[in-house]
C-alpha cells in the first residue's frame, strides 16, 4: 500500500511460509508481469512468484505500534517502506531472515531476497524506554531471529536510529555454526541505550556482524555492538565485529565488543574510521572473562584522521581468565590519549592466560 501501513498492537499475522510488506508502488514478477497499487486497472495476476517491490516515488510509512509477531520458523520477512519505525514492537523470526529497507527519496527496485540496495529513507527500532537494555520486559522493542544455527538480519536505510532499550537479537541458541549474519547499511546510524547482540549459547559459532556507515555513527549511552560466547555451556565461538564508518563516536559507556565468557573464543573487532572519539567511559574490546576458558580475540582500528581516547575509555584485548588475551593493532592520522585513557593487551589478577602484543 503505497500510502502507508501500520501493524497496531493487537495485530496478528498468521501465514504459513514468507511474508513480505512493502509501500511500494508495484509488485513485479519473475515473469515479467507487474502489479500496480496505483494503477490496478491496468495490471494483471500471474502463477510466476513475485521478485522484487518497485518504488516510483516516495512510498509512505510502515509502522509497527506496539505490536507482538511471531513469523513461522525459518521464514523471510522484508518490511519496506519510505521509512519504516519500530516503536515499543516485538518481530520474531526464528532461524528465519529478517530485512529493513527505509527507501527514502530513492527510486528503484528492492528484491524479495538477497542483499539490500543502499536506502536513503528513516529506520527507527525504538525500544520500550527502560533505563539499561539488560532486561526488557516482554521483549518490548526488539527484532529477533535467533535458533540453531541464528539467522540473518538486515537493515538498509539513510537515518538508522536504534533507541530507548531496543535489542537486535541475531543468537544461536543451538549446535550449527551459524551461516547468517546481521548487516547494517545507513548514511548515519545512532545507537543510544540499545544494542545489536549476537551470541552463542551451546556449540555452535554465533552470527558475525558488519556495520557500514558512510557518514557519523554514534554509540551511547551503555548502548553497543558486540558477539559473545555466553557462558559455562557455550564452546561455540563468538562472532567477528566490523565496524566501518566516516565519524565514529563511541562516548558514555558505548561498546563495541566480542568476548567469551564460555569455552569458545571471542572473535575479532575491527574498526575503520574517518576518524574516531571514544569518550566518558566507551570501550571498543575483545576480552576473556572470568572463568571463561576461550581465548580473546584481536582488536584492529584504523582511522584515517584523528583518534582520541579520553576519560576513562579504553581499547583493549583481556584476559581474566586461562585463555590468552589477543594482539591490539592501531594506525591512526593523529592519536590523543589523557591521562585516563588507555589502548592495551593484558593478563589481569587472578588470569593464567598471557597478554597479548599491542603495535601502533
Partial sequence: NPAGIIFGEHAAVDVPAAFHVSTAQELRFADGVRFSAAMPAGSSFTSAPPEAFGFLAPGGTLQLNKSKLTLKEGTAVTLAGGSVTSDGATLKVPRGSLRIYGQGDTVGVIPINGDLPAGNGMVTIKGGGLSGHKQIIDDVGSLDTSGDGAGNIGISGGVVNVTDSATVYNYNTGEKDAEGKTRIDANSLLVDNASMKSRAYSSGKASDTTVSVNNDMWVKNNGGVGSTSYNSNSTG????????????????????????????????????????????????????????????????????????????????????????????????????????????????????????????
Fill in 237 to 360: 565461538k563468538a562472532g567477528n565485529v566490523q565496524i566501518i564508518g566516516g565519524n565514529l563516536y563511541v562516548v558514555g559507556g558505548g561498546f563495541i565488543n566480542s568476548n567469551t565468557f564460555g569455552r569458545g573464543d571471542a572473535g575479532i573487532v575491527t574498526v575503520t574510521a574517518g576518524s574516531l572519539i571514544i569518550d566518558s567511559k566507551g570501550i571498543i574490546t575483545s576480552s576473556a572473562g572470568k572463568g571463561s576458558t576461550g581465548k580473546a580475540g584481536g582488536v584492529v582500528v584504523n582511522v584515517g584522521g584523528k583518534m582520541q581516547v579520553l576519560n576513562e575509555s579504553y581499547v583493549s584485548s583481556d584476559t581474566f581468565a586461562s585463555g590468552d588475551a589477543g594482539i591490539v593493532t592501531m594506525t591512526a592520522g593523529s592519536l590523543i590519549i589523557d591521562s585516563k585513557g588507555s589502548i592495551t593487551s593484558s593478563a589481569y589478577k587472578g588470569s593464567t592466560g598471557k597478554a597479548g602484543g599491542v603495535v601502533v
